[in-house]
């Protein structure tokens, strides 16, 4: 039969049972750092890829028989270097924090103002690359439409 007790469970539970809270609070600042180098990873390698790429296309010219050789690099369009710009921002953000970040590791507890300052700036970082890579697709877009005049 069922028991007559409404919180059977209640009145066996002990304190042995119940969970102890840490008394330390739980320190992710290596998983921060992590994040900030993966992040300082793929930032400097699209820096570098587009810093050294040449891109070279055989073009058609009207009126000319020959096929004329044409260069291209980054530095040709003002999209492109404000692309450049943005990620070696990005990159200078993530050097600064990662040594924030590093710097921290070490203290039981994390400042407050300090994960403030961290989570202000990190929202600000995507903004502007957010403008890097509309700059940039809104030159490929004219450039396929042939918009574009030099």
């Known amino acids: 039969m069922a028991s007559t007790d409404p919180k059977p469970e209640l009145s066996k539970m ?9 008394t330390t609070p739980i320190n992710f600042l290596q998983a921060d ?3 900030r180098f ?6 400097l390698v699209s820096l570098v890829l587009m810093v050294t790429s040449k ?15 044409m260069h291209a ?14 990620i070696s921002l990005a990159l200078l953000h993530s050097v600064l924090t990662g040594l924030v970040s590093a710097l921290s590791i070490y203290k039981p507890a994390p ?3 300090l994960l403030l ?11 502007g690359g957010r403008f890097s890579y509309r700059s940039s697709g809104l030159y490929c877009i004219h450039w ?3 918009k574009l005049s030099y």
């Open 14 to 22: 002990t304190t042995e049972s119940r969970p102890v809270r840490p």
């Open 33 to 35: 750092l992590a994040l």
């Open 38 to 43: 993966l992040l300082f990873s793929t930032t």
């Open 55 to 69: 891109q070279t296309k055989l073009v058609n010219v009207p009126l000319y028989p020959i096929p004329v050789i």
């Open 73 to 86: 690099k980054f530095n040709y369009s003002p999209a492109l270097i404000y692309f450049v710009a943005a």
């Open 111 to 113: 400042a407050t103002k």
């Open 117 to 127: 300052v961290l989570a202000f700036l990190d929202s600000l970082i995507p903004g």
């Open 144 to 146: 396929i439409e042939g």
